[in-house]
T-cell receptor
């Protein structure tokens, strides 16, 4: 297993366009998390799944954001009608529900909205 | 979420020990203390976590105060590759399951001088 994979690594999009990011977690991990990080700040929690179920969503996750994990494996994060304020690094992480061994993060997808 | 307080920045010289402090005076009995670090342009990386007893692994040691209101991450011999932002995070557990999200603060920026 090569860890948590995120695709793409970079995305430049025009304001108003929709974008979708993919995250492939460590296969044994039943929990998957999405975070957003802007320059100079710590990662901010967006949402997390346990298997297919989305267990928590942050108030940061506006109606333009949607996340899915249809088969309890990979996950997608879609942003509709992107705004310049959506420019950030989007990080995915996975873990066991027990939290043993900690949380493993991917390298992130850097989104730039122009 | 119980909060942690860390210094904004610290400096060290290469091959010297580094002690990174964290205060968490409102910690609850079921909160584990987690440490993550983030190197430039990468996602956060798990370092270590513990509940009450001091913990050691290949990366670092975690010293936890007897009252659990503070902890210290110890890097025994700093290298240039240890230059990163270090985050101290509390994560609650119940019934063998972690509560879910990690809530990141600002962290401590560690600079290592050659």
């Amino acid at each position: 297993d090569t860890g948590v994979s995120q695709d793409p690594r970079h995305k430049i999009t025009k304001r108003g366009q929709n974008v979708t990011f993919r995250c492939d977690p460590i296969s044994e991990h039943n929990r998957l998390y999405w975070y957003r990080q802007t320059l100079g700040q710590g990662p901010e929690f967006l949402t997390y799944f346990q298997n297919e179920a989305q267990l928590e969503k942050s108030r940061l996750l506006s109606d333009r954001f949607s996340a899915e994990r249809p088969k309890g494996s990979f996950s997608t994060l879609e942003i509709q009608r992107t705004e310049q304020g959506d420019s950030a690094m989007y990080l995915c992480a996975s873990s066991l529900a027990s939290g043993v061994y900690g949380y493993t993060f991917g390298s992130g997808t850097r989104l730039t909205v122009v | 979420d119980a909060k942690t307080t860390q210094p904004n920045s610290m400096e060290s010289n290469e091959e010297e020990p580094v002690h990174l402090p964290c205060n968490h005076s409102t910690i609850s009995g079921t909160d584990y203390i987690h440490w993550y670090r983030q190197l430039p342009s990468q996602g956060p990386e798990y370092v270590i976590h513990g509940l009450t007893s001091n913990v050691n692994n290949r990366m670092a040691s975690l010293a936890i105060a007897e009252d659990r209101k503070s902890s210290t991450l110890i890097l025994h011999r700093a290298t240039l590759r240890d230059a990163a932002v270090y985050y101290c995070i509390l994560n609650g557990y119940a019934g063998g399951t972690s509560y879910g999200k990690l809530t990141f603060g600002q962290g401590t920026i560690l600079t290592v001088h050659p």
